[in-house]
């Protein structure tokens, strides 16, 4: 018995010390140079890589620290949260995040507002209401309308199709904002064409290998389809093999969303139609420019839009 | 050595895991200041408490010779029926035991099905796993229900006497299970039946009954997990959970439960909880790529399977 | 000087820690003949066969296998030098082919490294037809028959060209005319030289097919015969006739009032029309051989299996009992042939083996209250003399006798009033055997009912009151020990036709 009190203690000891030696050290780390914390949806998409690539550029010329981290999957929230917590205690000097969950970071963002650690929203629109309701705020919000990229990729299938035609849509992963904000454009701008008609909408939850599968079963249902809206280009590249089995390619109108270079070499071919272009590598870049501002206590706008187009293979 | 007889025989694996722990400890404490302070330890503990949870009603499971492969999906729809009970307006306390009751069932189902059907766990848990991710979505038509009063987000994100409320009932309902498992019926059955399914039947083991009160345990227990998320993110969401099942068996699996059944302690589980929350933690806060870190988990729940098996060959 | 044995084994031993299996045991085969190996169950027949096979090694002595010494290593070393085993148990992939299984592991191969279906198939049809047997090589294994899946078996064995065959109890499944078309196949081989050790209890097929018979007992050899010139009533007293060691305490109990009747309980094929009755503080003795349907007996009694028919009265009330649960509630108590598989749960502690069927006993609410549970099975530890290094100690790590104690212990907890002991002594060494049935009158001292199936004959003399044997699912025949011997009870267990007492 005596033996193992003993060392009980003495772990016990040994821990507290770990822990004081532990608090002398931050207090003498000062910051050696700005870090700029940057948590993406996940990695897995060659939209958030673009994102990534630009900040790194920005963070370089600019001479700040860069994390970039990020959950496996898109659709784990409870994990892009954590990463949120744990780069709060790593006491970096700035977040941008892309949000998996439009109301679920809330939480996050509040935590950072406790810790003086200033928030830059990208891409994806955090829900304002419900933030301002939990007291929390947040610096700036970079990114596209995606409300306005949704209706110019309407208009375009509207024209192609000369306003007569059946359009499946392929959705993001429910309640994500940038596919609801998307789906909204959409159908605004197709509801003023009545010969135009959907004939399914589904979600394929952003992924390509569900795009496939999704809309493959689209097209057993529906033999007669004109055009196809996805509201990310993975799921855009997905259907497309899914339209090469069936052997319709060329048949079906294709229009994304992202303008990844994987759909960009699609459009070259002529395998896809359209995409409208987000332009990541600017976000990135631009998030990353406006964090170090704010660290360095210069104003920044509350929005800063990034254009949107529809990259066509005459644009190209 | 002298002190490690000194600890029964049942704790001696458990002893393992824990140096493994602090021995992880001790690296992350050397690699960054920022991950041995009194608010980061704090994060990782609120942060384990979810899968921690879970992973209880998993080792009761996996002691009693069967596995759950539906936990995440039970989690999913335990929380989005919560939700929608608090929006109906029914009291928390009402709602919450609304969504336990759900979790209870939809494990139940599982212990009949594997009980009376005779289904192999694996088999009958991959089906739940589906079935109730089907009933969540539905349930919701795909979108999450979202906007909570905030004495509901009390239990996820207050703090009682500066330690998070979900450290709280996590440390709670191990203390309850760690009972329930060494000192009532319910778990000396649950040893039984996974020790030896056939004497334990000869000795009048009521087998069937008691598979259906485990397998509805790990139900009701993400019924509670689910709760303290569906607080944390402020959000119920369909697609919650998903391979959360993955993580708890790991924290089980290094804990030193054994998947052949008959062996494991609740300790052991929370142990192994707490290397993995650890690990992710300290990952974080130094900024290495997720890419890296989740070959990283992949690699510790394979050192420790194997280790596990090693020290049982010298056993024998 | 060429030899005319195929095999030699010349004062062959083999000892287990405790016990010895095979004790000085000499044995000659000729080619071309069939040797018969008898003896009861125990008596080392499947030892002396499992070194021949390769399945385990001798501890000493000789063997000698067409002229040339030999150490049989291992089953596959077995097959190289032409010795196959048929096991009761038959070794076949039921979802492969017959000729798929005939060369599996060997299958031929054409230039380009794909199997040879023609050859294969050739050359199983050859096989199959010298054999007389009509199988289509392309069936699956489990589409036939026992008794055609033994003759896969027969031509798997002749395909690798085999000298010697050994047949472990290959007619306990075929019908009569099956068995005639076997021993047909068996002359055939003959012809062909081939060397036949046959394992079997039915005495008229020694008769039969045998051309000699040695008779085991006890791991020792009692002699060697031609079949022609040998009398069934010699075989039978060497297989049987022993000392009856003094060792047996046996205490003389009035048998008490009825308290268990069994009246035509029968299971389609397993069990036909059995009857008996249990009086308190009597050991029934249950005899017969392997695979007579002892067990199964017991495990209806038990509620593990159902019975097609019959009436089970407790205390001469008609109860029904469907699942082990509700026999304990019926203060049944059964102590199962394998009790490491199932009787005890390896991992747990004794204490918590001891505690478990009677566990309702020590909860209140559910909680196990661990003073009482101590306390219980430290009472028993010490009136057992179960020898363990605390109540913590896990089932694996206790001695076999040790083990089988914890398993009574189980049920005295239980307080039963009858006790189904099956082959309750085996794999126990003697000064722990002797402990088990000082146990057994203890508690029919106290009343309890005991039943004791046993395939050691000294032991159902010794220890039981009255014995009945079950004869291929029957009771053949009910005796008091002090008016028969062990050649009675083994006549009457191979169904040798004699009075009964």
Not at chain 2, 56 to 79: E, P, Q, R
Not at chain 2, 240 to 269: F, N, Q, R
Not at chain 3, 109 to 122: A, E, F, H, N, P
Not at chain 3, 171 to 198: C, P
Request: glycine share 10%; aromatic share 6%.
């Amino acid at each position: 018995m005596i033996g193992f009190k003993r060392i009980t203690l003495f772990v016990l000891i040994l821990f507290l010390i770990m822990l004081n030696v532990n608090c002398q050290r931050r207090r003498s780390v000062t910051e050696d140079r700005e870090t700029v914390a940057f948590v993406m949806k996940t990695l897995n998409n060659p939209f958030f890589i673009d994102m990534q690539r630009g900040a790194e550029k920005a963070a370089d010329s600019l001479r700040v620290k860069l994390i970039v981290q990020a959950a496996e999957r898109e659709v784990d929230v409870e994990k892009q949260l954590q990463i949120i917590e744990n780069l709060i205690q790593r006491r970096v000097s700035a977040i941008c995040v892309t949000p998996s969950g439009s109301r679920e970071l809330i939480a996050g963002v509040v935590k950072a507002n406790l810790a003086k650690i200033p928030v830059l929203i990208v891409d994806t629109r955090i829900d304002v209401e419900t933030l301002t309701e939990s007291g929390g705020h947040f610096a700036t919000f970079i990114g596209s309308d995606n409300v306005d990229g949704g209706r110019i990729a309407a208009k375009y299938i509207v024209e192609r199709l000369n306003g007569n035609g059946n359009v499946a849509v392929l959705e993001g992963i429910p309640g994500h904002e940038t596919g609801d904000a998307r789906l909204k454009g959409f159908w605004e701008a197709i509801n003023e064409n009545p010969r135009i008609r959907v004939v399914a909408s589904q979600t394929a939850n952003w992924e390509r290998d569900q795009g496939y599968n999704v809309f493959q079963n689209m097209l057993q249902a529906n033999p007669q389809i004109d055009a196809l809206f996805a509201c990310n280009d993975m799921m855009a590249l997905g259907a497309m093999e899914a339209i090469a089995a069936a052997g319709k390619t060329g048949d079906i109108l294709v229009v994304g969303f992202d303008a990844v270079s994987d759909a960009r070499k699609a459009i070259e071919r002529g395998q896809m139609a359209a995409s409208v272009a987000q332009h990541p590598y600017e976000m990135g870049f631009v998030a990353v420019k406006k964090a170090v501002e704010i660290i360095r206590e210069k104003k920044v706008p509350k929005e800063i839009p990034i254009t949107i187009e529809l990259i066509t293979r005459e644009k190209m | 050595m002298q002190l490690i007889e000194r600890i029964p025989v049942y704790y001696r694996r458990q002893l393992g895991t824990l140096l493994g722990l602090l021995g992880l400890i001790l690296i992350f404490w050397i690699m960054t200041p920022y991950f041995l302070t009194p608010s980061n330890l704090l994060n990782i503990a609120r942060q384990t408490s979810i899968n921690a949870i879970i992973a209880i009603g998993l080792t009761f499971v996996i002691i009693a010779g069967g596995i759950d492969l539906s936990v995440g999906s039970m989690l999913a729809f335990a929380g989005v029926v919560t939700a929608g009970a608090l929006n109906l307006g029914i009291p928390i306390l009402g709602s919450m035991i609304i969504g336990i009751s759900v979790g209870f069932l939809c494990g139940a189902v599982n212990g009949v099905l594997i009980a009376w059907g005779h289904l192999p766990p694996f088999i009958a848990t991959l089906g739940m796993m589906s079935i109730a991710r089907g009933a969540a979505l539905l349930f919701t038509g795909g979108r999450p229900i979202s906007g909570f009063s905030v004495s509901f987000r009390f239990l996820a994100e207050g703090d009682f006497l500066s330690l998070p409320i979900p450290v709280y009932i996590m440390i709670g309902l191990y203390v309850v299970g760690h009972f329930v498992l060494t000192r009532t019926k319910i778990g000396r059955y649950a040893y039984a039946i996974g020790g030896n399914e056939e004497a334990a039947v000869l000795s009048g083991v009521p087998v069937k009954i008691y598979k259906l009160i485990i397998y509805g345990i790990s139900g009701a227990l993400s019924g509670i997990a689910a709760i303290l998320l569906t607080a944390r993110l402020n959000s119920a969401q369909p697609i919650a959970g998903i391979m959360y099942e993955l993580d708890a068996i790991a924290a089980a699996v290094i804990g030193g439960t054994s998947l052949m059944g008959g062996e494991g302690l609740l300790i052991g589980t929370l142990i192994g909880a707490l290397i993995m929350g650890v690990l992710r933690n300290g990952l974080n806060i130094l900024g290495i790529s997720s890419f890296i870190q989740q070959t990283i988990i992949g690699t510790v729940i394979i050192l420790a399977v194997l280790i596990d098996m090693f020290l049982k060959r010298r056993k024998k | 000087m060429l030899n005319e044995y195929l095999l030699e084994m010349h004062h062959i031993n083999k000892i287990y820690p405790g016990v010895v299996a095979l004790d000085d045991v000499s044995f000659k085969l000729k080619a071309g003949m069939v040797h018969v190996l008898l003896g009861e169950n125990g008596a080392g027949k499947s030892t002396l066969i499992k070194i021949i096979s390769g399945a385990t090694l001798k501890s000493q002595g000789l063997i000698i296998l067409d002229n040339e010494e030999v150490d049989i290593l291992n089953p596959r070393e077995a097959l190289d030098l032409g010795v196959a085993t048929i096991y009761q148990e038959l070794n076949l992939v039921p979802q492969l082919t017959v000729a798929e299984n005939i060369y599996l592991g060997r299958e031929p191969v054409t230039k380009s490294g794909l199997i040879d279906q023609k050859r294969m198939m050739q050359d199983v049809t050859e096989i199959l037809n010298s054999l007389g047997a009509n199988i289509p090589p392309e069936s699956k294994v489990s589409s036939l028959g026992i008794a055609r899946q033994q003759m896969v078996e027969i031509a798997k064995a002749i395909s690798i060209q085999m000298k010697i065959l050994i047949l472990d109890e290959p007619t306990s499944a075929l019908s009569h005319h099956e068995i005639e078309q076997l021993f047909s196949v068996i002359r055939k081989l003959k012809e062909n030289g081939i060397g036949i050790i046959y394992i079997s209890h039915r005495l008229e097929e020694i008769f039969e097919i045998g051309d000699c018979v040695t008779v085991l007992r006890d791991g020792k050899v009692m002699g060697n015969f031609p079949v022609e010139s040998v009398k069934l009533s010699e075989l039978i007293r060497l297989m049987a006739d022993r000392e009856v060691h003094d060792h047996f305490p046996k205490q003389e109990a009035k048998p008490g009032a009825e308290i268990l009747q069994v009246e035509h309980i029968s299971r389609k094929g397993i069990l036909h029309d059995i009857s008996f009755s249990l009086h308190k503080g009597e050991i029934l003795g249950i005899s017969g051989l392997m695979g007579s349907g002892r067990t199964e007996l017991a495990r209806v009694l038990f509620g593990v299996e159902k019975a097609d028919t019959g009436t089970i009265f407790l205390n001469k009330k008609e109860v029904r009992i469907d699942s082990p649960r509700e026999a304990i509630q019926n203060r049944i108590a059964y102590l199962s042939e394998d009790r490491k598989v199932q009787g005890l749960i390896l991992k747990m502690s004794l204490e918590n083996n001891i505690s478990l069927p009677g566990i309702k006993g020590i909860t209140v609410i559910g909680i196990i209250r661990k003073e009482a549970e101590h306390r219980l099975a430290g009472r028993y530890v010490n009136e057992l003399h179960i020898k363990a290094t605390g109540l913590d100690q896990l089932a694996e790590s206790l001695s076999g006798g040790n083990q089988q104690k914890v398993v009574i212990a189980k049920w005295l907890v239980c307080q039963s009033d009858i006790f189904i002991f099956d082959e309750p002594t085996r794999g126990i060494d003697v000064a722990a055997k002797v402990e088990i049935y000082h146990l057994m009158n203890q508690l029919t001292a106290r009343g309890a009912a005991i039943i004791m199936i046993s395939s050691e004959l000294p032991e159902i003399m010794g220890m039981s009151d009255r014995i009945l044997v079950i004869s291929y699912g029957r009771i053949a025949g009910e005796f008091l020990p002090k008016y028969c011997s062990q050649e009675n009870l083994l006549e009457c267990a191979l169904g040798v036709d004699h009075a009964v007492n």
